[in-house]
């Protein structure tokens, strides 16, 4: 796919299927207008841009099953999803781990020569989260579309990078020998094709050289693959994978995004660990990092995770995780991720070229599952389709959690704003 400078999103579109419930109706009248808690706190709106088409009349209708997405159902869509395909319940901490608050910063940002401020962006873009924290204090915290801070909201492909982190601990733990080995080492089913015998490595890069296909067409090899796990008869997911088999590129060689190779990861986490994903996911992170609600991950008919997409969780639990992130692993004094791991995931050795950015993509390049910033100061991102975004700045431990409801996958442009915004919050509060 030909694409601009901050054009991709990444990730999973949402796969032509729309999802069977009955209307998720705003359910009170106290909620009619912007309510804020007494002192910093988060703030919710019924409206957003757009709001008729996006169903506020019917309550922001999830829709039922069959056909293409249709944009009066995304809201609805983006926060049940986990409730509506079957998925692995992550549960929530034992004991919730609580973020302190500060009073709005007033931020203004520069974008195509006007000077904006936040409240501009809400106006302008269709979000339905925003958070802003720097380390342990909540900043800013703003829901539109009757969304609320107990809604859980679908990652995308904001997903993937969960599955990066958890190779790095399954290698930590011995449960993977080496990301140099190949996959069928851990997926036997595999052997013999031609991601069986790519490394772990070239997956975690998304350069295996293997042809797959990530237009958003609807005839491409990524909605062949969506189909195959949510819709068809369940198969194997091994057997689904190995039907992607022409080489196209020396593994290691050339960055493609490709869903399919998180999907393969997935597969290499639950043979190595012999545990699901969604529960090694708890076990190591979820639970270790205070959250306050309970998560899920969209399983396969065989119950295996969708592992390139559909994890679903509040705002604040993103911004949990996020904060992990951004202290390199480490929470409270905990390393829960390998410091190594996470250094390595988010820098592109010099053997990698083809991985820096403005080289893998015209702006941004690729760790381990990770979108990685142009500029000298280490910065990553976690991106999904239709505006899905985590952005973390580990010098200054700032973080911002976006979810949206874009009408379109993929859009030309439609990170620069977002991009434009988070540049600003770098300068206005980064000190």
Request: a neutral charge; one cysteine or more.
């Amino acid at each position: 796919m030909k694409w601009g400078a901050l054009d991709r999103p990444g990730g999973c579109r949402s796969l032509a299927l729309p999802v069977i419930l009955a209307a998720a109706v705003w359910a009170s009248s106290a909620y009619a207008q912007d309510v804020r808690s007494a002192g910093p706190g988060p703030v919710f709106s019924e409206g957003g841009p757009d709001a008729e088409l996006y169903g506020a009349a019917q309550g922001y209708p999830v829709g039922t099953r069959g056909g293409a997405p249709q944009l009066d159902k995304l809201v609805g869509q983006y926060t049940h999803f986990g409730e509506l395909y079957p998925s692995r319940a992550v549960g929530r901490a034992a004991t919730s781990w609580q973020f302190k608050r500060a009073a709005e910063p007033s931020i203004a940002y520069s974008f195509d020569n006007e000077r904006l401020s936040i409240a501009d962006y809400l106006k302008r873009n269709p979000v339905t989260g925003l958070l802003i924290a720097r380390d342990d204090t909540i900043l800013y915290e703003h829901y539109q579309y009757a969304r609320t801070d107990h809604d859980r909201f679908l990652s995308q492909s904001m997903a993937k990078t969960l599955v990066g982190m958890l190779v790095g601990i399954a290698v930590s733990e011995g449960r993977i020998k080496s990301i140099d080995e190949v996959v069928s080492t851990y997926v036997p089913a595999l052997a013999g094709t031609e991601y069986g015998n790519t490394s772990i490595r070239a997956l975690l890069n998304m350069s295996s050289g293997v042809e797959f296909s990530e237009v958003y067409d609807g005839h491409d090899d990524i909605a062949r693959l969506g189909r195959a796990l949510f819709v068809d008869e369940p198969k194997d997911p091994a057997t689904i994978v190995a039907q992607f088999n022409t080489r196209t590129a020396p593994a290691g060689t050339r960055w493609h995004y490709a869903s399919v190779e998180t999907e393969i990861l997935g597969l290499v986490l639950r043979a190595a660990t012999g545990t699901p994903v969604a529960d090694y996911l708890h076990d190591r992170i979820w639970s270790a990092i205070g959250t306050e609600a309970d998560a899920s991950w969209a399983i396969d008919g065989s119950g295996q995770e969708i592992a390139f997409c559909c994890f679903n969780a509040t705002l604040r639990d993103y911004a949990r995780l996020a904060r992990l992130l951004a202290n390199d692993g480490a929470w409270d004094g905990r390393q829960l991720i390998p410091r190594q791991w996470l250094l390595d995931a988010t820098t592109v050795r010099p053997a990698d070229g083809h991985l820096a950015p403005r080289v893998a993509t015209p702006y941004f390049g690729y760790g381990y599952q990770v979108w990685l910033l142009p500029g000298e100061q280490r910065r990553f991102a976690l991106l999904g389709i239709r505006g899905q975004i985590i952005l973390v700045d580990p010098a200054s431990k700032l973080i911002m959690v976006h979810t949206a409801v874009r009408q379109k996958p993929s859009e030309p442009g439609s990170l620069r704003e977002p991009l434009a915004l988070w540049s600003a919050v770098l300068q206005q509060l980064g000190q």
